[in-house]
T-cell receptor, first 111, second 114 residues
């Protein structure tokens, strides 16, 4: 089954710094998504990158995708304390009816 | 802005009891999902539901689990005989169409089995 795995598992930075999280997956994909989860809350979709895209931006978010290495990265620029959360990558199976999440990166941004 | 809602926010039950977790997906969405997250662990897929039937289920979704869309608005997850290891956050999600891969998640129900 497809599975995204993030690293690092935890990341602590100062406000204003950039945060980079990486995700690896195992099988071919049509797209890869990143979600955010505040502590104990539901997940919020951040950004989707298609397999034919190499880079995508949304506000302070930048996502890259390298299908040859089966990896993706999420960069949050100029981080804020409010960015403190867990970030997960997710991919669908071939049938497109099962979304599999990675283990997540817990990001802490210190004010 | 439309959102997915879930009730209750917290359910405490005794081992062996049946629980029903309820979700109201976004009204014009066609695809529905349940996930669970054991404390400190990753979000795990349980089941997907489309056109009034299960389209995919994981190994976790055994005979103790069932889903239903009884009235066109609610989407429920039933656990027939809860075990201690069923304690987790359960998230419902919905998705609009096949061409839109974004899923919208509810706030979750925390299930505690004693």
């Amino acid at each position: 089954s497809q599975q995204g795995e993030e690293d690092p598992q935890a990341l602590s930075i100062q406000e204003g710094e950039n945060a980079t999280m990486n995700c690896s997956y195992k099988t071919s994909i049509n797209n890869l998504q990143w979600y955010r989860q505040n502590s104990g809350r539901g997940l919020v979709h951040l950004i989707l990158i298609r397999s034919n895209e190499r880079e995508k931006h949304s506000g302070r978010l930048r996502v890259t995708l390298d299908t040859s290495k089966k990896s993706s990265s999420l960069l949050i620029t100029a981080s804020r304390a409010a960015d403190t959360a867990s970030y997960f990558c997710a991919t669908y199976n071939n049938a497109g009816n099962m979304l599999t999440f990675g283990g997540g990166t817990r990001l802490m941004v210190k004010p | 802005e439309p959102e997915v809602t879930q009730t209750p926010s917290h359910q405490v039950t005794q081992m062996g009891q049946e629980v029903i977790l309820r979700c109201v997906p976004i009204s014009n969405h066609l695809y529905f999902y349940w996930y669970r997250q054991i404390l400190g662990q990753k979000v795990e897929f349980l089941v997907s539901f489309y056109n009034n039937e299960i389209s995919e289920k994981s190994e976790i979704f055994d005979d103790q689990f069932s889903v239903e869309r009884p009235d066109g608005s609610n989407f429920t997850l039933k656990i027939r005989s809860t075990k201690l290891e069923d304690s987790a956050m359960y998230f419902c999600a919905s998705r609009g169409t096949r061409n839109n891969d974004e899923q919208f998640f509810g706030p979750g129900t925390r299930l505690t089995v004693l």
